[in-house]
């Protein structure tokens, strides 16, 4: 456990330093939420609760790629990167502390979301819908940490941001995220129910609305988690080869 709580506090604690990084990926949803959610979430209850769950998948899946894509992709480059591979902990207590890392910057970041939204819109959740919703954004998060390490594994630093963005908002979009997938053109509507940010949104709204969870959207993520966390595993395998040779 002492090799692991070091790991933790090596990932974080120079995250925590570093405002420029993690700053607007805690404030970013936030922002953008006020600019584009609030006006519309003023008056009706539903439509202010879907929007603050869609929004709170936004972070998540901001945590995912900027927080697993971007970091991992730096540290593959520091010194402490090298020096923590000859350690016997191997690669598991690393990869244990970018989730601990990611879940500490994602509750920093729906604290503020959810904090805002209640305060500045109709959003009306019970203790135990908001309770659900992050269990579901906890548990629906896996598969975008993947696709966040692979992105990390499999790419340099510099090369890492812009990649990271060109995913984060298509996806979003794509997902019904940014616009209501009722509100998508034809062709973006087609392929909404296939994107991993459209069917977590699904299962976000389906707390927020108390309706049942659309079972096609839970076996999507789940498929999704698969595929990602084989493609992640890979990259990682790669990288760690390349590295000891």
């Given at each position: 456990?002492?090799?692991?709580?070091?790991?933790?506090?090596?990932?974080?604690?120079?995250?925590?330093?570093?405002?420029?990084?993690?700053?607007?990926?805690?404030?970013?949803?936030?922002?953008?939420?006020?600019?584009?959610?609030?006006?519309a979430s003023q008056?009706?209850?539903?439509?202010?609760?879907?929007?603050?769950?869609?929004?709170?998948?936004?972070?998540?899946?901001?945590?995912?790629?900027?927080?697993?894509?971007?970091?991992?992709?730096?540290?593959?480059?520091?010194?402490?990167?090298?020096?923590?591979?000859?350690?016997?902990?191997?690669?598991?207590?690393?990869?244990?502390?970018?989730?601990?890392?990611?879940?500490?910057?994602?509750?920093?970041?729906?604290?503020?979301?959810?904090?805002?939204?209640?305060?500045?819109?109709?959003?009306?959740?019970?203790?135990?819908?908001?309770?659900?919703?992050?269990?579901?954004?906890?548990?629906?998060?896996?598969?975008?940490?993947?696709?966040?390490?692979?992105?990390?594994?499999?790419?340099?630093?510099?090369?890492?941001?812009?990649i990271a963005n060109?995913?984060?908002?298509?996806?979003?979009?794509?997902?019904?995220?940014?616009?209501?997938?009722?509100?998508?053109?034809?062709?973006?509507?087609?392929?909404?129910?296939?994107?991993?940010?459209?069917?977590?949104?699904?299962?976000?709204?389906?707390?927020?609305?108390?309706?049942?969870?659309?079972?096609?959207?839970?076996?999507?993520?789940?498929?999704?988690?698969?595929?990602?966390?084989?493609?992640?595993?890979?990259?990682?395998?790669?990288?760690?080869?390349?590295?000891?040779?």
């Amino acid at each position: 456990m002492k090799i692991y709580r070091a790991h933790i506090l090596a990932t974080l604690i120079p995250l925590l330093r570093t405002p420029a990084y993690w700053v607007p990926i805690v404030i970013f949803p936030t922002l953008l939420y006020s600019f584009f959610g609030m006006s519309a979430s003023q008056e009706n209850e539903e439509v202010a609760n879907v929007l603050m769950a869609s929004w709170s998948v936004f972070a998540v899946i901001g945590i995912g790629f900027f927080q697993f894509g971007i970091s991992i992709a730096q540290a593959r480059e520091s010194k402490w990167e090298d020096y923590a591979r000859t350690l016997p902990a191997g690669g598991m207590a690393r990869f244990v502390a970018q989730i601990v890392a990611a879940i500490f910057f994602l509750a920093l970041a729906l604290t503020l979301l959810w904090g805002f939204s209640g305060f500045a819109s109709a959003v009306n959740l019970s203790l135990m819908q908001y309770l659900k919703l992050l269990g579901v954004l906890l548990i629906g998060a896996v598969p975008f940490v993947f696709i966040g390490a692979a992105l990390g594994y499999s790419v340099p630093a510099r090369g890492a941001l812009p990649i990271a963005n060109l995913l984060y908002l298509p996806l979003a979009y794509l997902g019904g995220l940014l616009l209501p997938p009722q509100m998508l053109p034809s062709i973006v509507s087609t392929i909404s129910p296939f994107t991993p940010t459209r069917q977590l949104g699904e299962l976000g709204w389906a707390v927020v609305l108390n309706t049942p969870f659309p079972i096609w959207s839970v076996m999507g993520l789940v498929g999704f988690s698969v595929i990602s966390g084989i493609i992640a595993v890979v990259m990682w395998k790669r990288d760690d080869t390349l590295k000891t040779r």
